[in-house]
Structure formats: structure tokens, C-alpha cells
């Protein structure tokens, strides 16, 4: 089966908090991409990051930084010194690279609300 | 460079109507897919179109929603009749289809809410 599971629905923090965004995935596939999108109040969905499988460094953009461990099946993402314009809605996706390659699945997002 | 377009942003109908939806990909995509995001649950895919042909309609609900693509450029998905539980957030994307471009581009989606 193909799942992302996002257990955080919804997390409050203060300004210049730092805040972890858990995300789970399950597949059979061993080649896949996992990814994260952030949709602001606008709507859009806005690509943050793609990782592919057989890449486990971690990686760091400004204050946002992804912990990808295969062990655990977890893709989290961390942000650092966290502002008001984070607040949206995070979701994790995962793109098996089996039959159906070009289907993505998604997690039903965390929201983050980040007060000022 | 333009991103995914979506018309209308919203759309409010009653059962049993026929709503329209339609997306723009990114010139030059050839691959689009269309998912759906019914309140607060997970986006699910819904279908896949490589050019004007469709490569994945797993998704699909049922035989009341009819996505087409015209000359590989943009996409229409359309409800007849329209139920209750159709109601949700309607995203289009694209992609390349090229190796290693795997990530796929979002448009702001369509909000039907059926009546």
C-alpha cells in the first residue's frame, strides 16, 4: 500500500519558535520521491522540496531544513526561528516510482499557525 | 513564466447540476494531472493526462466526472450530475515529463461547493 500519514492536524506556536513537522510514508517501491508543499491562505500549493530515495542527507534552506531517515520511514520538516508568514497548511507527498509513477499521495496536512 | 491557471476559483451549484472545471498547465508541460482535496482530508489523485491522452484515470470516482484535454494543452474536468459529497477543493498540476523532473507544479485550485 501507498500511505502518508501526517498525525499533526493542527499546530500552534509563537513567533521564533521552532517547529517540527512530522510526516510517515508507507510503500513497497524502493525507488520514490517524497516532497513538501506548503499551501499559504491564498490556495496554491507551492513546491518546497523533492527527495528521492536513495538520498538520505539531510538538507537545510534558510530556516527550513528536512530529516529524512528510510529507517523510520520519515520524511520531517523542521522550521527554524518560525514567522508569521509560515502560517499555511504542509503537505507531505510521496511519489512511488513503480507503475503508477506519476501519482502522487498525499497526507492530509498539518496547519501551522505561527502567532505573533 | 506562468504557473498552473484554474477557472473558476469557486464555484457554488445545487444537485444535480453540470459544473465545468478547467486548467491551464505550464506552456510546455506535457504531463497533467487533476486531484481532489474533500474537507480536511488527503488531496487525492483523481487522473493523469500525457498530452491529450489519458495515462492514469484511476482516480476517478465514478462515471460522472468526464476530464478531456484537447490538443494536449489545457484540461476540462467536468461533474454531471453533481452530488453532495463532490464537493471540495479540485487542483489541476503539471509537469515536464522529462527524467529527473518529476515534481509536479500546482494551480490554486477550484472550490466547488455543491447545494
Known amino acids: 500500500a501507498q500511505k502518508v500519514t501526517q498525525a499533526q492536524t493542527e499546530i500552534s506556536v509563537v513567533e521564533k519558535e521552532d517547529v517540527t513537522l512530522d510526516c510517515v510514508y508507507e510503500?513497497?517501491?524502493?525507488?520514490?520521491?517524497l516532497f513538501w508543499y506548503k499551501q499559504p491562505p491564498s490556495g496554491e500549493l507551492v513546491f518546497l522540496i523533492r527527495?528521492?530515495?536513495?538520498?538520505?542527507q539531510n538538507e537545510i534552506s534558510g530556516r527550513y531544513s528536512w530529516n529524512f531517515q528510510k529507517s523510520t520511514s520519515s520524511f520531517n520538516f523542521t522550521i527554524t526561528a518560525s514567522q508569521v508568514v509560515d502560517s499555511a497548511v504542509y503537505f507531505c507527498?510521496?511519489?512511488?516510482?513503480?507503475?503508477?509513477?506519476?501519482?502522487?499521495?498525499f497526507g492530509s496536512g498539518t496547519k501551522l499557525n505561527v502567532k505573533p | 513564466e506562468a504557473g498552473v491557471t484554474q477557472f473558476p476559483s469557486h464555484s457554488v451549484i445545487e444537485k444535480g447540476q453540470t459544473v465545468t472545471l478547467r486548467c491551464d498547465p505550464i506552456s510546455g508541460h506535457d504531463n497533467l494531472y487533476w486531484y481532489r482535496r474533500v474537507m480536511g482530508k488527503e488531496i487525492k489523485f483523481l487522473l493523469h493526462f500525457v498530452k491529450e491522452s489519458k495515462q492514469d484515470e484511476s482516480g476517478m470516482p465514478n462515471n460522472r466526472f468526464l476530464a478531456e484535454r484537447t490538443g494536449g494543452t489545457y484540461s476540462t474536468l467536468k461533474v454531471q450530475p453533481a452530488e453532495l459529497e463532490d464537493s471540495g477543493v479540485y487542483f489541476c498540476?503539471?509537469?515536464?515529463?522529462?527524467?529527473?523532473?518529476?515534481?509536479?507544479?500546482f494551480g490554486p485550485g477550484t472550490r466547488l461547493l455543491v447545494l
Open positions: 498540476a503539471s509537469s515536464p515529463g522529462l527524467a529527473g523532473e518529476e515534481t509536479q507544479y
Open positions: 527527495r528521492n530515495s536513495f538520498d538520505e
Open positions: 510503500t513497497r517501491d524502493t525507488t520514490y520521491y
Open positions: 507527498a510521496l511519489s512511488p516510482q513503480g507503475d503508477n509513477f506519476n501519482k502522487f499521495y
